[in-house]
């Protein structure tokens, strides 16, 4: 039901596009997540957008660098990554809450089945 994509291989510095495409619902009313898991660490939200007025959310070690965005035609979610770190390695997971009241809710209705993003030369 909901699909994330995009991630791969990519040297440090460089640039990945990730989506998130729900096929059964319009994700247009749901607040959707990047969620992030590095090996043998804790998940780690790295980006929101909310359902009602589009207000994004960064966290600190990506903000600058990362972009998050609709395409309400599309029924997509992008995750633009700009100046790739081998820090940023992890699997990315799209989430997405109906009509949340906050921008990265606490607890979703659907959550993707990850992408694995790999930043190395």
């Known amino acids: 039901q909901l699909q994330a994509f995009g991630g791969g291989l990519v040297q440090p510095g460089g640039s990945l596009r990730l989506s998130c495409a729900a096929s059964e619902f319009t994700l247009d009313d749901y607040a959707i997540a990047w969620i992030r898991q590095a090996p043998g660490k804790e998940r780690e939200g790295v980006s929101c957008?909310?359902?009602?007025?589009?207000?994004?959310y960064y966290a600190d070690s990506v903000k600058g660098r990362f972009t998050i965005s609709r395409d309400n035609a599309k029924n997509t979610v992008f995750l633009q990554m700009n100046s790739l770190k081998p820090e940023d390695t992890a699997v990315y997971y799209c989430?997405?809450?109906?009509?949340?009241?906050?921008?990265?809710?606490?607890?979703?209705?659907?959550w993707g089945q990850g992408t694995l993003v790999t930043v190395s030369s």
């Open positions: 989430a997405a809450k109906h009509r949340a009241p906050l921008v990265c809710p606490l607890t979703y209705d659907y």
């Open positions: 957008i909310g359902s009602s007025d589009g207000s994004t």
